[in-house]
T-cell receptor
């Protein structure tokens, strides 16, 4: 089944304790992205990757790191989490269309993070 | 950052009625997409409409695109309780490799 998986689904941690949220897709998509969703603010992009070893900042990259060593995986790293990073996080992947622009994005189920 | 803006933000309707929501954007797009999100779950793609298209249908969904007004609408016909969700538009702007999401429309369908 074509899907984007994220782990963990729920995480409670404390300020400053490094954590990684994994994301994996089995659709051979070039493009992968991380978003955070907060009430009243909608979906905001954190980082994205257009292919292996190619990553770039989105709208809210501060406090986050990513890497893209393999096409299927795109982990999100919080080196020193703070309470303002408490949020619902989504990973997504997509193909490039023949026009050279993004087509449908496929979303993971989300990771709900609470930083105390 | 540039992003689509949905209007209205919240909509409450009776089952069987139609629901319409609009999305406006700021500059030229390659395509515009609509997504649905059920209560904190992942977004699910509904329809993609390209800049050279004016209308697309998928089941009970109809999307229109007016590039002269820089706006799109999503119509859900004969709504069902299961249509209760948040609906987001996302724009793919020319010269930009990212999708810009709006803040979403909350639609509640009352049985």
């Amino acid at each position: 089944e074509a899907q984007v998986t994220q782990n963990p689904r729920y995480l409670i941690t404390v300020t400053g304790k490094k954590l990684t949220v994994t994301c994996s897709q089995n659709m051979n998509h070039e493009y992968m992205s991380w978003y955070r969703q907060d009430p009243g603010l909608g979906l905001r992009q954190i980082y994205y990757s257009m292919n292996v070893e190619v990553t770039d900042k989105g709208d809210v990259p501060e406090g986050y790191k990513v890497s893209r060593k393999e096409k299927r995986n795109f982990p999100l790293i919080l080196e020193s989490p703070s309470p303002n990073q408490t949020s619902l996080y989504f990973c997504a992947s997509s193909l490039w269309g023949t026009s050279g622009y993004q087509e449908t994005q496929y979303f993971g189920p989300g990771t709900r993070l609470l930083v105390l | 950052s540039q992003q689509g803006e949905e209007d209205p933000q919240a909509l409450s309707i009776q089952e069987g009625e139609n629901a319409t929501m609009n999305c406006s954007y700021k500059t030229s797009i390659n395509n515009l997409q609509w997504y649905r999100q059920n209560s904190g779950r992942g977004l699910v793609h509904l329809i993609l409409i390209r800049s050279n298209e004016r209308e697309k249908h998928s089941g009970r969904l109809r999307v229109t695109l007016d590039t002269s007004k820089k706006s799109s609408s999503l119509l859900i016909t004969a709504s069902r309780a299961a249509d209760t969700a948040s609906y987001f538009c996302a724009t793919c702007y020319y010269g930009n490799n990212r999708l810009a999401f709006g803040k979403g429309n909350q639609v509640v369908v009352i049985p």
